[in-house]
């Protein structure tokens, strides 16, 4: 800060001041220095001088550089900018994880579509061979909860009567779809099935007395329309594989609204929930499998497919069995991820690649109209997802 100035041409000869005013006379380049006799400075605001061109020297500034620079402090605070791509890192690696979700159940699901298929053409037990999917899961879950390969939940007793009707529904509809796809070929049974929502909106209206927007009942008019269009020209129809696909969707949902009740302030994952509700199933089918197919037949099956595709066989149950868990284990732990929505329409595109997968492989007779009914199908459950947004 600048206190004062004072003048000090005081210690100078009187000769020597008249010589330096004619050279600056002549040199109108430099310029005097303002009279400060009547100038008052106070010390109430500092002074910045941010360059000395403003006291008149401009030459000696232009070989100089300013004395005193003033420069804006750097802020402490984050930079926008490094936030903005921080966020957008972390979205793009949870759009990568939604994927890779989503890529594993499908492929789990068409792996498992197509080893099940090939037991059932060998071994027609459909009881024995959903027991063993559900065993073959709950052995998994209980060897990694022992080695600690994954966290055992924490359940009570509660929690495990809120789960025997969730489980009960899903007994049935494992069970009935399975029937389905011994009697009939894995896409009829996939196609029937995407008429999954026609039941859920019915049941929730007549039974629950909920109601929904116009475009949601609108939506449900391509899906009755075209699955009643791809059953009759299904040429390899049965009776038995329809209903069973049928009883499987009315199963399901009544599994979903009772799980939705029942899980309500429950703090178990989706690996683990799964995982009992596959421990309850297995407890619930094992002795009513055991009631309608028993182990004398079991015996009888099992040498006839073993001397009709070999030691192969054996691995095929085991893939389909094991495969059965991973997909339903995978989809569970999607929906901590996702939306219902987004889950919806996952689903619905895990339909079209088992129905797609099933004909190449197994070399499915489809007629254009049957194709055209399965679209059709297909089409009102994504509007039926979309419309319920």
């Known amino acids: 800060m600048i206190h004062s100035i004072k003048h000090s041409s005081a210690t100078l000869p009187t000769s020597d001041l008249i010589r330096q005013r004619l050279v600056i006379t002549q040199n109108p380049r430099f310029l005097s220095l303002p009279s400060l006799s009547k100038s008052v400075i106070t010390t109430k605001k500092p002074l910045c001088i941010s360059s000395i061109q403003r006291l008149g020297f401009s030459e000696l500034s232009k070989s100089r550089k300013p004395i005193i620079q003033c420069k804006a402090a750097e802020s402490d605070e984050p930079n926008s900018s490094v936030i903005d791509d921080q966020q957008t890192k972390s979205a793009a690696a949870q759009k990568m994880k939604i994927s890779i979700y989503f890529a594993t159940w499908w492929a789990l699901n068409v792996v498992f579509n197509i080893y099940n298929k090939k037991v059932l053409n060998a071994f027609p037990f459909p009881w024995l061979t959903s027991t063993l999917s559900l065993a073959a899961g709950s052995a998994i879950m209980l060897i990694s909860w022992v080695f600690r390969i994954a966290e055992a939940p924490k359940t009570d007793l509660e929690f495990w009567k809120t789960l025997v009707p969730v489980a009960l529904a899903h007994t ?214 979309q419309s319920k947004q």
Request: hydrophobic share 50%; net charge positive.
């Open 172 to 385: 049935i509809g494992h069970v009935a779809a399975t029937v389905s796809m011994s009697k009939v070929a894995v896409s009829f049974t996939h196609i029937i099935k995407s008429a999954e929502p026609a039941f859920s909106v019915l049941v929730s209206r007549f039974l629950l007395g909920e109601t929904f927007p116009m475009p949601v009942y609108l939506s449900l008019v391509p899906i009755i329309g075209g699955c009643g269009l791809a059953a009759l020209t299904e040429l390899n129809f049965n009776m038995i594989g329809f209903m069973g696909a049928m009883i499987s969707n009315l199963a399901f949902v009544f599994r979903n609204i009772f799980s939705k009740r029942g899980m309500k302030g429950k703090s178990v994952s989706g690996m683990n929930y799964y995982a009992c509700l596959s421990i309850l199933s297995l407890v619930i089918l094992t002795p009513f499998a055991i009631a309608v197919e028993g182990p004398q037949m079991w015996a009888i099956g099992w040498e006839n497919a073993i001397a009709q595709i070999g030691p192969n066989f054996v691995w095929w149950v085991a893939a389909q069995s094991v495969f059965y868990h991973l997909y339903n284990q995978v989809s569970y732990m999607s929906l901590d991820e996702i939306s219902p929505l987004t889950f919806s329409i996952g689903n619905t595109m895990k339909r079209i690649s088992v129905i797609v997968s099933s004909i190449i492989i197994f070399r499915t007779p489809v007629q254009p109209v049957n194709a055209l009914g399965a679209a059709i199908a297909i089409l009102g459950t994504f509007l039926y997802s």
